[in-house]
Every structure is written in C-alpha cells, then in structure tokens.
C-alpha cells in the first residue's frame, strides 16, 4: 500500500488497511460516508434508505448512553466522521460540560433541515419516476 488514496479500492479484511483507507479518504468524498438512516416515514417520502448527516438535521440516538434522546446536529466533523448534537453532553470532574462526538451510524435522521433548499432538489432530481408521481398524486 504505497498509495495514499485509491478511488478503485475494493477492499481488505485487514483492518489495519481498512483503516488507513477511510483516514486517506478526501473531505468531499467523506461527507458520503458520514451518514445515517432515515425514519420510516422520510424513507417513504424521500424512496431513500440513507442521507448523508448535515448541520440543522434531527436525530435521534439509536445505541449507547443516550439511547433513544433527541437533538439537532450542531456541528460536523469530516476529518474525525463523527457528529456533535445539541444538549448531548458529559460532566467532566471539574464540573464542566463536554460534547460528546457519536458515530454516525449510531443515528437516525427524524426530520431533515428544511432550510437547504439545494440538498431537497438534489434529492427530488434522483428520487425514481413513479415516486414522484405518487407524490403528486398525494398532494
């Protein structure tokens, strides 16, 4: 593995490998990697499993500590892919509050950010012929 980054990379069961892929993985192609599931009802309207996570977005936490809490996405972090949510914090010792920063793939998307006009085009664009109309039969 002398190369830093490869588009046409498969993949290895080593995970050593694994790992140096993803952390060679370029900042506009990470933002595909960072994202999470969709509710069962945004899966309906969209004909989406999956989105990428953006600022603004509702999540709720599937696993962990703070399972089943919810709270907007505050912050974004592609270099590290992890998320940061409002009002989802740790005390430290100190008596001090800290972000927690979760896994992606820990979240489910409940309401997407309705301000990003572009990113629900893109999504209407993709969307498949017959889902569209069934939506405009809907309306």
């Known amino acids: 593995m002398k190369q830093k980054f490869n588009k046409n990379w498969k993949s290895s069961k080593q995970p050593r490998k694994q790992r140096k892929y993803s952390a060679n993985t370029p900042l506009h192609l990470k933002n595909k990697a960072i994202s999470a599931n969709l509710s069962k009802e945004l899966r309906k309207k969209h004909g989406r499993r999956s989105l990428p996570l953006r600022k603004g977005d509702r999540v709720m936490i599937m696993t962990g500590k703070f399972r089943k809490k919810e709270g907007k996405i505050t912050k974004v972090l ?10 989802i914090q740790i005390k430290k010792k100190d008596g001090s509050k800290v972000d927690i920063k979760m896994e992606p793939s820990n979240l489910r998307i409940i309401e997407l950010n309705s301000e990003d006009k572009k990113r629900l085009k893109n999504r209407e664009k993709k969307m498949k012929p017959e889902k569209k109309q069934e939506e405009k039969n809907a309306s």
């Open 78 to 87: 592609l270099k590290t892919s992890k998320i940061i949510i409002e009002g």
